[in-house]
């Protein structure tokens, strides 16, 4: 079936890199994506990548794709303060039809001083 | 820029009341997504959209119906409200075909006493 999973808690020293996993389930998925929803705040896309790379950078953000093992990270470098957020990894299986994603429980970044 | 309307960003609503959630996006999108969030659950899709008047239950669809008479409004209504309603909604928007990228309002935390 289809299913997102991701650790719900990371803590990081700020200055330190972040790093949050997921797995996925579905093969089919085109694009996987990585969304970040800040504290009363609706979710905003960070990047995302479609499934034919291993590997995609934007700035501070750096994103990694093991289709053989269905496991995608998101490393953030140099961790600020505000990057204190909820981050939410997403996949769009080919069987959601109309464009669906299925998200992960998201995982609590605390960037601590 | 993409923007995603969510008329009410906090509602407090009795138990048994007729709620009606609004949602107006300005990007001309196909798809019309209503989701609600729960600590640790992550986003469950409750039902989408993807054409006018055209309606899909997601995954948790009992105690709601949606409307969508309009191509850029799509409303979720909780029929009779209750306390297990009280939750995040999130509305989101995506355009057919392409990289699936749906855009989130921001958000309508929803009390039920």
């Known amino acids: 079936g289809e299913d997102v999973e991701q650790s719900l808690f990371l803590s990081v020293r700020e200055g330190d890199s972040s790093v949050i996993n997921c797995t996925y389930t579905?093969?089919?998925?085109?694009?996987l994506y990585w969304y970040k929803q800040e504290p009363g705040a609706g979710l905003q896309l960070l990047t995302y990548i479609f499934s034919n790379m291993d590997m995609k950078q934007d700035q501070r953000l750096t994103v990694l794709l093991n289709k053989k093992d269905k496991h995608l990270s998101l490393r953030i470098a140099d961790t600020q303060t505000g990057d204190s957020a909820i981050y939410f990894c997403a996949e769009s299986p080919l069987s959601g039809g109309y464009n669906k994603l299925i998200f992960g429980a998201g995982t609590r970044l605390a960037v601590h001083p | 820029d993409v923007k995603v309307t969510q008329s009410s960003r906090y509602l407090v609503k009795r138990t048994g009341e007729k709620v009606f959630l609004e949602c107006v996006q300005d990007?001309?999108?196909?798809?019309m997504f209503w989701y609600r969030q729960d600590p640790g659950l992550g986003l469950r899709l409750i039902y989408f959209s993807y054409d006018v008047k055209m309606k899909e239950k997601g995954d948790i669809p009992e105690g709601y119906s949606v409307s969508r008479e309009k191509k850029e409004r799509f409303s979720l209504i909780l029929e009779s409200a209750s306390t297990n309603q009280t939750s995040m909604y999130l509305c989101a928007s995506s355009r057919r075909g392409g990289s699936d990228i749906q855009y989130f309002g921001a958000g309508t935390r929803l009390s039920v006493l």
């Open positions: 579905d093969s089919s998925s085109t694009y």
């Open positions: 990007m001309d999108h196909e798809n």
